[in-house]
């Protein structure tokens, strides 16, 4: 059964980068069947995607976080990372991992599996 | 972006009566690439249905998804208690992803 789990410092200080890992177990991130994503959650915005990754390293992401936002995989690791910079207070919230799919044409990327959460608040 | 309206906020029920849920786009979900997840306290969103209305695997007939275009609803029939929760739909066709606000569904 496919897990994934997210993993990071909870606490992060103003202008610091967040930096933030999801491991994927029952289940290989190499697929080429699959397209791996970073979402947040607010309070006050919500459901936010940030971006998404294929196996290959081949990301795209949210225009109005990518001045900001890297997302990379570690194939042998079986993870894929998330790294958000100059963060301030509005920066807080859970974070999850999830994979979209199955498949990777357009019609295949609702988020399917999600990661439980971990909350990021960022506070000097 | 395709902005996701879902509106009212809450709506409150009683156990068994039927609910309609509703999502608004700004503008028209290409493919009707539309998807609906469940969120309960303390949890990650569950898919529930995608592609505006084919159901996720082991999610009960009961969840039935329509619409197209911009105008899109989740009705859930006959309402069990543990499906008091918040509804998000998720625009999946134009970049970005989006997703609406939430509907509540609170117990009557």
């Known amino acids: 059964q496919l897990q994934l789990q997210e993993s990071g410092p909870g606490l992060v200080k103003p202008s610091e980068t967040l930096s933030l890992t999801c491991t994927v177990s029952?289940?290989?991130?190499?697929?080429?069947?699959?397209?791996w994503g970073w979402i947040r959650q607010s309070p006050g915005k919500g459901l936010e995607w940030i971006g998404s990754?294929?196996?290959?390293?081949?990301?795209y992401y949210n225009p109005s976080l990518k001045s900001r936002v890297t997302i990379a995989v570690d194939t042998s690791k079986n993870q894929f990372s998330l790294k958000l910079s100059s963060v301030t207070a509005a920066d807080t919230a859970v974070y999850y991992c999830a994979r979209h799919g199955p498949g990777i044409a357009a019609a295949e990327l609702y988020f399917h599996h999600w990661g439980q959460g971990t909350l990021v608040t960022v506070s000097s | 972006e395709i902005v996701l309206t879902q509106s009212p906020g809450t709506l409150s029920f009683s156990p068994g009566e039927r609910a309609t849920l509703s999502c608004r786009a700004s503008q028209s979900v290409s493919s009707n690439y539309l998807a609906w997840y469940q969120q309960k306290p303390g949890q990650a969103p569950r898919l529930l249905i995608y592609g505006a209305s084919s159901r996720a695997t082991g999610i009960p007939d009961r969840f039935t998804g329509s619409g197209s275009g911009t105008d899109f609803t989740l009705t859930i029939s006959r309402l069990e208690p543990a499906e008091f929760a918040v509804y998000y739909c998720h625009q999946y066709g134009s970049a970005p992803h989006t997703f609406g606000q939430g509907t509540k569904l609170e117990i009557k």
């Open positions: 990754i294929y196996y290959t390293g081949s990301t």
């Open positions: 029952g289940g290989s991130i190499s697929s080429s069947s699959y397209y």
